[in-house]
């Protein structure tokens, strides 16, 4: 088991950026996915890595824009996005999966973070 933590969330002007972490002991055995959720709507998949980033996916809505990449020397995964829009306003979770293949079905997780918050102004 794994006691993921969020970090790097803030404020951020569109068109900026921001790299999240999610870090864990233990983590470079688990395939990892990052999701969000805006007040009023379901989570949302963005992005997953597998444990040896041997496969990456991401969602439509951010292909081109974030990028899911891991350190297991340093058990932690990070997510960098770039061109941010203020739709992109969120709590930001990663979450985990042992030796897990990709998936973008949050019920396919087992472990999660508590969340960091993204806020991206107009």
């Known amino acids: 088991q794994v006691q993921l933590v969020e970090s790097g969330g803030g404020l951020v002007q569109a068109g900026g950026s921001l790299r999240l972490s999610c870090a864990s002991s233990g983590l470079s055995r688990y395939g990892v996915g990052w999701f969000r959720q805006a007040p009023g709507k379901e989570r949302e998949f963005l992005a997953h890595?597998?444990?040896?980033?041997?496969?990456?996916g991401y969602a439509d809505s951010v292909k081109g824009r974030f990028r899911i990449s891991r350190d297991n020397r340093k058990n932690m995964v990070e997510l960098q996005m770039n061109s941010l829009k203020p739709e992109d306003t969120a709590v930001y979770y990663c979450a985990a999966r042992l030796w897990g293949v990709f998936s973008p079905d949050a019920n396919d997780y087992t472990d999660w973070g508590p969340g960091t918050q993204v806020t991206v102004s107009s």
């Open positions: 890595i597998t444990a040896k980033a041997t496969n990456l």
